[in-house]
């Protein structure tokens, strides 16, 4: 007699640790390459004296930093044990069994996940032909089932981004009773004046009465705190209140709080390490097309490369130049823009890619 568990996950993958190569440099994961700041240790070494306690689990001190920050009362945030955390609460706080959830796809991996895990159903819609999402299929695949969108913005992993009267003219048509979730999780390497800043658009639909419309950010990518898992999402009071009803309690940990109000004081620092990033990003694009790739215009730290069947080629030829790549087989790579050495190894590898 062996344990009964869910039969349903068995169609889920297991966890397949990412290989580890030695001297490697990782382009896989579209962190920030640069250490964190020092001024960020020591706020972090400091509350490491106090791991004893709890955390808050209100993040409240947290809370009321991003509030000022981003104009919006208090009751209108949520904090998460990372960005992807908080999908996976928004799937449990809006779908009952067998509900659905809409994306694009490909898009960022874990919503099939969390969307699987949480019991509702995933309905996934191609990108179109530019590698953006096809928000007029989206559109029609919404039916009375749906509960809420996912609608990633730059996307990962193609960095393609959405313009503002494009999701705004999308979310007009949405129905009310379902949220439409713009994931920012890269906003911060946004130079383009016609993509929206979520918080600002989701602020206007509030006003017009539209509760609809809520925003996620993280800490893992432009502040450089990947390994200590900290998001949030700003939303109507209705959709944080959830939020924090299905919050799995202590979840952020203390030294996560400390370290993104440390980031948040940092912010015009690390704000130039984006704007580098971004432009380096530029030069990355530019030397790929260069040599005949093709790559979509990106908006994110990384750079999508649809190589279709080459893709396995690429990364095991990428793997022998010890360039970690993040590959999707059959369909592209997805390569994070680092410091400017680790983008010259690349170019490097890639240059010498013939197949
Ligand atoms: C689009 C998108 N959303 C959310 C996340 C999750 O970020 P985190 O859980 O580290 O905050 C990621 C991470 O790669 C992402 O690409």
Redesign the pocket.
């Known amino acids: 007699m062996t344990v009964r568990t869910r039969a349903d996950l068995a169609s889920l993958p297991s966890y397949v640790p990412g290989k580890s190569i030695p001297g490697a440099i990782k382009l896989a994961?579209?962190e920030v390459s640069a250490g964190p700041l020092p001024s960020v240790v020591k706020a972090i070494s400091e509350a490491a004296a106090s791991i004893n306690r709890y955390p808050d689990s209100g993040a409240v001190e947290l809370t009321g930093r991003l509030a000022d920050k981003l104009g919006v009362p208090a009751d209108h945030l949520a904090i998460?044990?990372?960005?992807?955390?908080?999908?996976q609460q928004l799937v449990q706080a809006t779908c009952a069994d067998g509900e659905e959830v809409l994306f694009a796809w490909r898009?960022?991996?874990?919503y099939p996940i969390v969307t699987h895990v949480a019991g509702a159903r995933q309905i996934r819609v191609p990108l179109n032909s530019e590698h953006t999402h096809d928000l007029d299929a989206m559109l029609a695949a919404i039916t009375p089932n749906t509960r809420m969108v996912f609608v990633?913005n730059p996307?990962?992993?193609t960095g393609t981004a959405l313009r503002t009267e494009e999701i705004e003219a999308f979310i007009a048509k949405v129905p009310r009773d379902v949220l439409v979730v713009l994931?920012?999780?890269?906003k911060e390497f946004v130079d383009d004046a016609h993509v929206p800043d979520g918080v600002e658009l989701a602020k206007q639909q509030w006003a017009a009465g539209h509760n609809n419309v809520a925003v996620?950010r993280?800490?893992?990518?432009a502040y450089g705190l990947?390994g200590l898992?900290?998001?949030y999402a700003v939303a109507p009071p209705v959709v944080a209140d959830v939020l924090r009803k299905v919050y799995v309690p202590f979840s952020v940990n203390a030294l996560a709080q400390v370290a993104a109000m440390a980031s948040l004081d940092a912010e015009d620092e690390l704000m130039v390490r984006c704007r580098a990033i971004v432009a380096e990003r530029g030069r990355v694009r530019g030397e790929l097309l260069a040599m005949g790739f093709e790559v979509p215009e990106t908006q994110a730290n990384f750079v999508w490369l649809p190589l279709g069947e080459r893709t396995a080629a690429f990364n095991e030829h990428c793997l022998a130049h010890k360039i970690v790549v993040r590959a999707f087989v059959g369909e592209g790579a997805r390569v994070t823009i680092g410091e400017p050495d680790e983008n010259d190894a690349f170019l490097a590898a890639a240059r010498a890619f013939t197949s």
């Open positions: 994961s579209n998460g044990c990372g960005s992807v955390t908080l999908c898009s960022f991996e874990a990633c996307n990962n992993p994931d920012e999780a890269y996620l993280t800490f893992s990518k990947a898992r900290i998001g």
